[in-house]
C-alpha cells in the first residue's frame, strides 16, 4: 500500500537550473496539492488540482508549474531554481468528499 | 491570507507529563485536523474534527473543536518518547476553497525520558 510516493528525496540545484519533483499516489484521489515547508512556518500551498486536466494555483505559486495528465501524478516543475526555492515539499492527496489529506515523504531541496 | 495561530511554539517536557497545544483564528472553520510530523517525514493524521464541541480521543490523544468554530486544542496524556514530534493543526475554512486547509506553524514537542 505504497500511499503518495515522491521522488527524488533529496536534491541539490545550481541557481537556474531547472527540475521536476514527482509525486504519484495510488489511492484515485481526485484531489492533489503541492506544499513547501520552511523551517517554523508551516505548509504552504503551492498548487492544487481537482482532477486530471484541472491545476490551480494556491498561496505561493511564482516560480513553479504545474500539470495533471492523469489521476495518478502530480508533478511540479521549477524552470529557474532561485535560492529563496531552497525547502521542503509535500505532496499530498485526498479523495472526493474528504478533507483528510494523506502526504508523501517529502523532497529535501537546495538551491546554491 | 488567512492565518492559524498554533501555539505554544515549542515545548520541552519530562516523560510522563500531559502536553496540551491549541491553534486560534478570527475565521470560522468547517473542520479541523491535527497532525503530527516526525523528522524526514510528511505529516500524518491524528485526528480529524468536523463539528463544533466535537470532543475526539485517539490513544492518548484528545482534541476538540471549539464551540466558536474558531479554535481546537490537542492534549497528549503521560507523554512518552516517541511523541517526539512536530504537531500541525489545520482547518478548513468556512466557505473556503474546498479542501484547501491553512496550516499552523506547529509545535514542536520535545520529551525527555
Known amino acids: 500500500n505504497a500511499g503518495v510516493t515522491q521522488t527524488p528525496k533529496f536534491r541539490i540545484l545550481k541557481i537556474g537550473q531547472s527540475m521536476t519533483l514527482q509525486c504519484a499516489q495510488d489511492?484515485?484521489?481526485?484531489?492533489m496539492y503541492w506544499y513547501r515547508q520552511d523551517p517554523g512556518m508551516g505548509l504552504k500551498l503551492i498548487y492544487y488540482?481537482?482532477?486530471?486536466?484541472?491545476?490551480d494555483k494556491g498561496e505561493v505559486p511564482n516560480g513553479y508549474n504545474v500539470s495533471r495528465s492523469t489521476t495518478e501524478d502530480f508533478p511540479l516543475r521549477l524552470e529557474l531554481a532561485a535560492p529563496s526555492q531552497t525547502s521542503v515539499y509535500f505532496c499530498?492527496?485526498?479523495?472526493?468528499?474528504?478533507?483528510?489529506?494523506?502526504f508523501g515523504s517529502g523532497t529535501q531541496l537546495s538551491v546554491l | 491570507g488567512q492565518q492559524l495561530n498554533q501555539s505554544p511554539q515549542s515545548m520541552f517536557i519530562q516523560e510522563g507529563e500531559d502536553v496540551s497545544m491549541n491553534c486560534t483564528s478570527s475565521?470560522?472553520?468547517?473542520?479541523w485536523l491535527w497532525y503530527k510530523q516526525e523528522p524526514g517525514e510528511g505529516p500524518v493524521l491524528l485526528i480529524a474534527?468536523?463539528?463544533?464541541?466535537e470532543l475526539t480521543s485517539n490513544g492518548r490523544l484528545t482534541a476538540q473543536f471549539g464551540i466558536t468554530r474558531k479554535d481546537s486544542f490537542l492534549n497528549i496524556s503521560a507523554s512518552i518518547p516517541s511523541d517526539v514530534g512536530i504537531y500541525f493543526c489545520?482547518?478548513?475554512?468556512?466557505?473556503?476553497?474546498?479542501?484547501?486547509?491553512?496550516f499552523g506553524k506547529g509545535t514542536k514537542l520535545s520529551v525527555k525520558p
Open positions: 499530498a492527496s485526498r479523495g472526493r468528499g474528504g478533507e483528510k489529506l494523506f
Open positions: 489511492m484515485n484521489h481526485n484531489y
Open positions: 488540482s481537482v482532477g486530471a486536466g484541472i491545476t
Open positions: 475565521s470560522i472553520f468547517n473542520t
Open positions: 474534527l468536523y463539528k463544533a464541541g
Open positions: 489545520a482547518g478548513q475554512l468556512y466557505g473556503g476553497s474546498q479542501g484547501n486547509l491553512i
